[in-house]
């Protein structure tokens, strides 16, 4: 196909697209910035066949949505009841079950589930695992409810979703708002309702009846897996001055300064892994503010940040007295002009704009790698391409904890339980055959450094070959 039928044709879908899901922003963004990707795939032979699959594999195979209630007490005494809507957007099953995880957070919407079930596609077919993509969750915020709320809230969820899910038809999974604690509620909810265990319904369970080892710390140790690969594989460096590339395949982290915004499970166990590599890490972040310093953090002082973050479930603006350490209210790590090498942006969808990624540019950053859902707007990802030298999408860098979640499947299915080595090895694995996938495809269309395009080609190739051998694409 030309450059211009290929141009005509994207605009063609995303059209039919907003006139099919109106008002729905994240979602269409997530879609342009795949589809915008994989032109040089459109523009090769079979690239109309490419195209037209696009167009079935952007459309949900099923949206539910049922009712939530739940109470809220007052100081006084009183409760209120509260009524929300639950989603769970069935996206592909091409691959198999659906899988993906529920957000529990103030700015969820059908645009914001749908657009992380479309992600997830791509995401668990890079793993190379046999899982398909959904997504779920509904708007509330477990900050500052007591257990009760939280449990009533999780137990309502559930008899929403009971009768559509299943661990051979879908498995939800955690995400923001949704830990340990709400998916052991939900599970518990799932046995009354059914009358009968089943290990397999659900993942990221406690390892005290059917969890994984390390499913809390895999999003964040995949991250800087994914990352140390690529500094160890990387060859096609553009912008980096050369006498700052010797000795980054084997020095890696050490002493490289590293930006992560956020600082829950994926930020938190990112951090861990990158002190333990050697690097330096200089900032995290909440919905208050961030928290910098220009030394980096000690391990006793990232200890600190998850007791206020997991014990306490405080805010960073509560940190008292933390030696070298600076508090920014209101402020996101990517405003705040800080110099670094590496970038790991972990907190929640859009947080770097074109101005942040400007900042990173002048400070000094070579790699970025995404361990939150779409954290870069479009023009925010097609800028930093032009300015550092490893850029890892989402799809690619964060595959880690729904990886882990498909190897806590491998176990209850199996009834075996593996060690945090076992486990722990496997992860490594798979992270590092992703980035060996995504810089292989951006190879063979000779974009070597486009890790953008080579990991958006490779997981939508493999969705299209199974849709084709399953007939899903004749007419």
Known sequence: MTKQ???????????????????????????EEVLCSLKPLFEAENGNEYLQSFRVIAE?????????????????????????????????????????????????????????????????ALTNLPIGGGKGGCVFDPKGKSESEVRMLCESFM????RHIGPDLDVPAGDIGVGGREIGYMYGEYVRLRGQPDMGVLTGK???????????????????????????????????DESKREGISTNCFKGLKVLISGSGNVAQFAAEKVLELGGIVCSFSDSTGSLTSNTGFTRSQLDQICE????????????REMEGATYHAGKSVWQLGLECDVALPSATQNEITLEGAKNLAAGGCWCVAEGANMPTTNEAVEYLKTKVDIYLPAKAANAGGVATSALEMAQNSARLFW????????????????????????????????????????????VFKAYKAMGYLKF
């Open 206 to 240: 406690s390892t005290d009846f059917g969890g994984s080892k390390l499913r809390p710390e895999a999003t964040g140790y995949g991250l800087v897996y994914i990352t140390l690969e690529a500094m160890k594989r990387y060859k096609h460096y553009r912008y980096l």
């Open 60 to 124: 949900p195979e099923r949206v539910v949505k049922f009712r939530v209630q739940y109470p809220k007490f007052g100081s006084d005494g009183n409760v209120e009841l509260n009524t929300t809507t639950g989603y769970r957007v069935q996206f592909n099953s091409a691959l198999g079950p659906y899988k993906g995880g529920l957000r529990f957070h103030p700015s969820v919407s059908e645009s914001i589930i749908k657009f992380l079930g479309f992600e997830q596609i791509f995401k668990n």
């Open 5 to 31: 039928s290929v141009e005509e044709s994207i605009e063609g879908i995303i059209t039919d697209l907003k006139s099919r899901h109106p008002a729905q922003d994240e979602f269409i963004q997530a879609v």
């Open 159 to 162: 008899k929403g979703l009971y």
């Open 419 to 462: 060690t945090a080595e076992e486990v722990d090895e496997k992860l490594k694995g798979i992270m590092n055959n992703i980035f060996a996938t995504a810089y292989q495809t951006a190879q063979e269309f000779d974009r070597p450094w486009d890790l953008q395009f080579g990991a958006n080609a490779a997981g939508f190739l493999k």
């Open 308 to 319: 206020l973050k997991n014990v306490r479930r405080g805010r960073l603006s509560e940190v």
